[in-house]
């Protein structure tokens, strides 16, 4: 399975508003295709009754549940705890919560990790100053896996900035659970990621040959294909 990218959603029932069913839809309308199930508060028989109705909403748009701890739920992808278990277990998609270097040593057969705090976050204290892009590229440079950047990520800029470090994505909870209009919110994140991996697409390139008809249709097709590109 190939390990998650773009903008994957955190879940928080506790604050999504409207209902966390909702914004999961609402988020899958705007172009997100991973979501991580968290509330490991609740008995695992409601629990698992609410990842039948999140991968219901993902199974439309070929998107995956990614579930929070060990037990996948009825799933074949999980999201471990820095702490543990080691060895960690083997499904299909396997990945880690990091966030210092020292964790990332100790990965072993995880597809992926996340990082964080990459901005300042309500949503996780306690682990120290923010790494900013700078901080989340060095440990991109040195880990072993690809990482996703968590924490504080909000805005098309810090997308773009977390991309322009070397993430394979953002991992995204506040943003979006507390989105007054959450398809909205998605794609405009998305999009900023799209644009980020893909600037030969969305930088103007110089033109030497304007009047030339093959670089004047060449420039046509170039923009019908912008305008018919989804994000995914």
């Known amino acids: 399975m190939t390990p998650p990218s773009g903008v994957v959603v955190l879940t928080d029932r506790l604050v999504a508003r409207g209902g966390l069913d909702r914004v999961v839809a609402g988020a899958v309308a705007g172009g997100v295709r991973w979501v991580v199930l968290r509330e490991k508060d609740l008995p695992r028989t409601e629990r698992a009754a609410l990842a039948v109705d999140l991968r219901a909403i993902l199974a439309k748009v070929d998107g995956t549940l990614i579930v929070a701890g060990p037990d996948p739920l009825g799933g ?52 120290g100053p923010p790494l900013g892009p700078e901080g989340l590229r060095k440990l991109v440079d040195a880990s072993p896996v690809p990482l996703l950047a968590l924490g504080g990520v909000e805005t098309p800029e810090q997308v773009t900035a977390c991309v322009q470090a070397g993430a394979a994505g953002v991992a995204v909870l506040g ?19 799209v644009e ?23 420039h046509r097709r170039l923009g019908l294909r912008r305008r018919c590109r989804h994000p995914g």
């Not at 083997?90 to 597809?111: I, Y």
């Not at 980020?196 to 004047?216: G, M, S, W």
């Open 76 to 127: 074949d992808a999980v999201h471990l705890p820095a702490a543990g278990p080691y060895p960690p277990p083997t499904h299909r998609l396997v990945g880690r919560s990091c966030h210092h270097q020292a964790e990332l040593n100790r990965l072993t057969t995880e597809h992926y990790a996340t990082i964080s705090p990459v901005y300042p976050t309500k949503s996780k204290p306690g682990y």
């Open 196 to 218: 980020a991996v893909t600037p030969e697409l969305t930088q103007p390139q110089p033109d030497t040959r304007k009047n030339d008809p093959a670089n004047i249709a060449d």
């Open 175 to 193: 943003a979006l659970m507390r989105a007054q209009d959450p398809t909205e919110t998605a794609a405009i994140l998305t999009s900023a990621y």
